[in-house]
């Protein structure tokens, strides 16, 4: 293949475009964008809201944070430095913010802070920070799909989003030395798995178009084959941010059909803005939409939704600054990217793009190490808590990359009240499981040692820290690999009161605080914030009507005012301290973020209240609707408030204890 030539006057027209690009497509899609998708499509030619400075943008802000790490820690920036800046610079907890930065306080690392107990994984956050990647990997796809992977899986291990991210990075990478939309989209979509909802969604938008099929009914038909409720779902968003592309008949024309797709319309629009901005450089956008918002980037610094930014905010200083990273990067790498002034920009460049090695071994439930000349990798097996009524599995994955074989001894050092079992085929008959196992691990190969462990109820903490000890033989000793088990959630259920109704009276005295467990119901625990009741809404294998209660007690270390949240599918009412504090509005899809901003949550099932030292008693009455309705779920968050910053609320509440009860303390 003849080498990629980044032309730098070129270059800087187009990462200039990308920025203003993005910008526009932001501001134009931001005001409409809503929790939940709506059927019937929007109907914009023009912004419908444009304040003086544009209106400021996680699209675009998070990728200033990202930026400054990259300048801060150099090319080969990992997830792990990422997740840094998320404690550093991110205040606002929207989604799967709030909910990674909760996994990252309590010691979880990427890919796992983004997979467990997310219920967005396969959401938004993730696909509309691709462009800093693919600008300063102009014409390097594959190195643009690692740093957006390297993004994406710090909030989304194990989604669609993910995917997502790699898509938009490996187009727009593309779109620096190629402007034919059909091959960009090709390249893009051969990056990722042909299995995903992403790759399924996009390829039919693109086989309906061919077809002939008008831009309405395109849209319809996604809408019909990839429907989500919740606006951020980000296969069927891809599906429309290619749509707007498809359709648009310029600039302004195709960032308005992404948008009145509907869904999440900012990010659809600003990623498309994106990457018209770079086919086509600053130079070629049209004014109309480019000087009302001007060459500075608007952001949440002044709410407080951002801190620490050091990233310059004029798109001039930034693109100058970017341009500039992108030679490094390409030098770092030693990509073969030829940077230059006097030859022209490579154009009409088809690269062949493959799906990244990287996706094969990724393992979002997995956190790998390299240590002591072995690469280790911890696995949970179903989510990373330690539960009080049964084991949590973890594995131990041992690979040897050098030439001859290594001897290895391997211990777990466990918390007190906790103990495991390892499997029997691995450990000998004679062996505890607390004691040293003794292996060899051949050259090139990989060993898996498995795990199952169990703690006592009352030593359970919100985190809990494990240590495997590996020494090699003849070789220094390797640092411990840490093993982090979030506490999980202790409840109890009741039994279904079959066709009764949230007025209903069920013989529960609603307003009394539980010193002793409740007669007849049943002990729970749960790995994260999904109250996993569905099946207490059947009987005789068939889906009833009724009221099933929850019973939940919260130690707080000190008075805080926090957001409650039971979103659901169907109702509720929420007790706390024995007095209802609310109640469902209306009837919406589950939508399970920690609650965020003045208009909480779901709209619907979020309230703002006060937590007291000490105990406090957390009681749930939810109604079904039946076999009439679709299944019964719900979740159960606790956000935290900030009077600085209004989208702060939500944050991840530390300092609380809930797997106990008042009658075992």
């Known amino acids: 293949m003849r080498p990629v030539r980044i032309n730098r006057e070129t270059f800087r027209d187009k990462v200039m475009g990308c920025w203003l690009g993005k910008n526009a497509g932001g501001t134009l899609g931001e005001p409409l964008e809503g929790k939940f998708g709506q059927k019937e499509m929007f109907h914009v030619d023009w912004y419908p809201s444009l304040p003086e400075g544009g209106i400021p943008n996680d699209d675009l802000e998070l990728q200033l944070i990202w930026f400054q790490k990259l300048k801060e820690k150099g090319p080969g920036i990992t997830s792990a430095d990422l997740a840094e800046s998320w404690m550093d610079c991110v205040s606002y907890n929207f989604d799967e913010y709030g909910l990674c930065k909760e996994n990252m306080q309590k010691g979880l690392l990427p890919p796992v802070s983004g997979w467990h107990n997310n219920a967005f994984k396969d959401c938004m956050g993730s696909p509309i920070r691709s462009e800093i990647w693919a600008c300063i990997c102009p014409g390097a796809p594959e190195r643009a799909a690692w740093y957006a992977f390297q993004d994406a899986i710090v909030d989304h291990g194990g989604g669609e989003s993910v995917y997502g991210e790699i898509f938009n990075a490996v187009l727009e990478s593309c779109a620096f030395v190629n402007s034919d939309k059909f091959e960009l989209l090709k390249a893009a979509l051969s990056a990722i798995p042909k299995s ?24 319809n038909d996604l809408v019909e084959h990839f429907y989500h409720p919740v606006a951020q779902y980000s296969p069927l968003n891809l599906g429309f941010q290619t749509i707007g592309w498809l359709y648009g008949e310029d600039f302004g024309d195709a960032i308005c059909k992404a948008v ?59 693109t100058t600054l970017v341009c500039q990273e992108a030679e490094n990067v390409a030098r770092y790498w030693n990509s073969g990217i030829c940077f230059t002034d006097a030859e022209p920009m490579s154009r009409n460049m088809v690269l062949h793009v493959e799906k990244p090695d990287f996706l094969d071994s990724y393992e979002p439930n997995g956190i790998a190490y390299s240590l002591g000349g072995l690469k280790e990798t911890v696995c949970y097996e179903e989510h990373a808590a330690i539960l009080g009524d049964r084991s949590s599995k973890i594995s131990l994955w041992l690979e040897n990359p050098h030439p001859e074989e290594k001897e290895a001894e391997v211990s777990l050092e466990l918390p007190e009240g906790f103990s495991c079992s390892r499997d029997g085929e691995i450990l000998p008959e004679n062996m505890s499981a607390e004691e040293s196992i003794r292996l060899r691990i051949p050259a090139g190969e990989k060993v898996i040692l498995r795990y199952e462990i169990s703690a006592d ?209």
């Open 260 to 318: 009145n797709c509907g869904w999440d319309t900012d990010c659809t629009a600003a990623t498309l803005g994106a990457v018209l901005g770079i086919i086509g450089g600053a130079s070629a956008l049209p004014q109309k939409w480019i000087e009302p918002l001007g060459y500075e980037i608007a952001t949440n610094m002044t709410t407080g939704g951002i801190r620490n930014l050091t990233a310059p905010t004029n798109i001039r200083e930034l």
């Open 457 to 665: 109820p009352e030593k359970i903490h919100e985190t809990n820290l494990c240590w495997f000890r590996i020494r090699i033989k003849g070789e220094p000793v390797i640092p411990a690999v840490p093993v982090v088990l979030t506490g999980g959630r202790r409840w109890m259920v009741s039994e279904l009161f079959e066709d009764r109704t949230l007025d209903d009276d069920c013989g529960i005295c609603e307003e009394q605080i539980f010193l002793t467990a409740p007669e007849g119901w049943k002990e729970q625990w749960n790995p994260g914030n999904d109250l996993q009741v569905s099946g207490c809404f059947e009987k005789d294998k068939n889906r009833k009507s009724g009221i099933v209660y929850a019973l939940h007690q919260i130690y707080s270390e000190e008075d805080r005012k926090v957001v409650l949240g039971v979103p659901n599918n169907g109702y509720m009412k929420l007790f706390l301290n024995g007095q209802m504090i609310h109640r469902t509005k209306e009837k919406v899809p589950l939508r399970a973020n920690l609650g965020n901003g003045g208009a909480l949550g779901d709209l619907s099932n979020y309230v703002v209240t006060e937590l007291k030292k000490g105990w406090n008693q957390i009681l749930i009455k939810m109604q079904s609707d039946g076999a009439e309705s679709e299944p019964y779920m719900a979740h159960f968050t606790v956000g935290g408030m900030s009077d600085v910053c209004v989208k702060n609320h939500g944050m991840p509440v530390m300092g609380l204890i809930r797997s106990r009860f008042i009658w075992g303390w």
């Open 196 to 219: 995903s909802r992403t790759f399924q969604c996009v390829k039919k938008s693109i086989d309906n178009y061919h077809a002939g099929m008008e831009y309405e009914a395109n849209r």
